[in-house]
C-alpha cells in the first residue's frame, strides 16, 4: 500500500513563480528523497534528505523534512516551463522505497 | 552516472500471450534490482525485489507465478508477464542498485525509462 500522500495532486502556476509540494507519511523512514517524471518516462533523482536533516537546498530546490510531523515539503523557485512534470516523495526503509501520490506540475509559460 | 535502460519501451500484445521485459544496468553491477508498476495518473508500486542468482521476493498482492523475474546476472533483470490481460496493461519500471546500497546508501538506485505494456 501506498505510505505518502501528497498535497496537492495538482498545482498550475505561472512561470517564475514558486511551487511547493508537500508530502505526508505513515511509518519511519531513514530518508525521502524527491523524484520527477515527465509524463510516460522513467523518473529522475533530485534530491535526499536524511532523517537527521531539517532543510536541504539544491540549486533551485529546498526540501524540507520534518519527522515529527511525518511531512516533507519541496520548493521550487522561479519556476521554468520545463519544470512541468510529476513529482513524488519517496520514503526509503531499509531497502525499500515507498512512493507518495505525487504532484502534477504544470507551469505555464 | 549509473545508467538503467530497459527494453522494449513500448509493447501492445494481445490478450494471453506473454511478454518479457528486460531491465540492464549499463555501466555498473547491480546486486538488487526492483520492479515497479504504475497506472495512469498514479505513484509507483513497487512489485518485487530482486537478487542476482537467488528468487525475487514479491509484494504482497503481486502474482509469482503471473510475474516471473529473473535476474541471472548483475547486469540483467527480466520480468515476464505470463498470460497478459488487458488489466495488466500498464507502466513498469526498474531500477538497480550499486552494491553500496547494502551499506546504507538508499540513494544509489536508479530507474530505468520504464516499458509502457499495452494488452489488447
Redesign the interface.
Known amino acids: 500500500s501506498q505510505q505518502g500522500e501528497e498535497d496537492p495532486q495538482a498545482l498550475s502556476i505561472q512561470e517564475g513563480e514558486n511551487a511547493t509540494m508537500n508530502c505526508s507519511y505513515k511509518t519511519s523512514i531513514n530518508n525521502l528523497q524527491w523524484y520527477r517524471q515527465n509524463s510516460g518516462r522513467g523518473l529522475v533523482h533530485l534530491i535526499l534528505i536524511r532523517s537527521n536533516e531539517r532543510e536541504k537546498h539544491s540549486g533551485r530546490l529546498r526540501v524540507t523534512l520534518d519527522t515529527s510531523k511525518k511531512s516533507s515539503s519541496l520548493l521550487i523557485t522561479a519556476s521554468r516551463a520545463a519544470d512541468t512534470a510529476s513529482y513524488f516523495c519517496a520514503g526509503t526503509s531499509g531497502s525499500r522505497l515507498t512512493f507518495g501520490e505525487g504532484t502534477q506540475l504544470t507551469v505555464n509559460p | 552516472g549509473a545508467v538503467v535502460s530497459?527494453h522494449p519501451s513500448r509493447v501492445i500484445c494481445k490478450s494471453g500471450t506473454s511478454v518479457k521485459i528486460e531491465c540492464r544496468s549499463l555501466d555498473f553491477q547491480a546486486t538488487?534490482m526492483?520492479w515497479y508498476r504504475q497506472f495512469p495518473?498514479?505513484?509507483?508500486?513497487?512489485m518485487a525485489?530482486s537478487n542476482e542468482g537467488s528468487k525475487a521476493t514479491y509484494e504482497q498482492g503481486v502474482e509469482k507465478d503471473k510475474f516471473l523475474i529473473n535476474h541471472a546476472s548483475l547486469t540483467l533483470s527480466t520480468l515476464t508477464v505470463t498470460s497478459a490481460h488487458p488489466e495488466d496493461s500498464s507502466?513498469y519500471?526498474c531500477?538497480a542498485?550499486l552494491p553500496g546500497?547494502?551499506r546504507?546508501t538508499?540513494?544509489e538506485?536508479?530507474?530505468?525509462?520504464?516499458t509502457?505494456l499495452t494488452v489488447l
Do not use: A, D, E, V
Not at chain 2, 495518473?41 to 513497487?46: E, G, T, Y
Not at chain 2, 538506485?109 to 520504464?114: H, S
Open positions: 530497459q538488487t526492483f495518473k498514479q505513484s509507483l508500486m513497487l525485489t507502466f519500471i531500477s542498485s546500497f547494502q546504507g538508499p540513494y538506485q536508479f530507474f530505468g525509462p520504464g509502457r
